[in-house]
């Protein structure tokens, strides 16, 4: 599997990005996915996960980190193999490399170590 993060840019705070995450070599439908980044200095940061789904039309679980609740939302097109970060309400302090992951299982996805494939980032800076 191959993973390719785009969508980023530079925002003024209080603006909105998409970040879209397409995977190649395989279908990820029932793999669960999840949004990481790593500010200058910083370790790495979970950001979102969104579990797979078996069925067509099957409801996915979600969940965030507190610093993005409410702000941030992750989604999933099975249709074309890709899962999206929409960010809105952007603030300096989301000025970070992201990075999008997929690993087979939805169980401890906060952990980055636990996924299997990575994208190679897309920076995202925003401006105050």
């Known amino acids: 599997v191959q993973l390719q993060a785009s969508g980023g840019g530079l925002v003024q705070a209080g603006g909105s990005l998409s970040l879209s995450c397409a995977a190649s070599?395989?279908?990820?439908?029932?793999?669960?996915a999840g949004w990481f980044r790593q500010a200058p200095g910083k370790e790495r940061e979970f950001v979102a996960d969104?579990?797979?789904?078996?069925?067509?039309?099957?409801?996915?679980?979600?969940y965030y980190a507190d610093s993005v609740k409410g702000r941030f939302t992750i989604s999933r097109d099975n249709a074309k193999n890709t899962v999206y970060l929409q960010m809105n309400s952007l603030k300096p302090e989301d000025t970070a490399i992201y990075y999008c992951?997929?690993?087979?299982?939805?169980?401890?996805?906060?952990?980055?170590?636990?996924?299997?494939?990575w994208g190679q980032g897309t920076q995202v800076t925003v401006s105050s």
């Open positions: 992951a997929a690993k087979r299982y939805y169980f401890n996805t906060r952990d980055g170590t636990t996924y299997d494939y």
């Open positions: 969104i579990s797979g789904s078996t069925i067509s039309g099957s409801t996915t679980s979600t």
């Open positions: 070599g395989r279908t990820i439908s029932n793999y669960a």
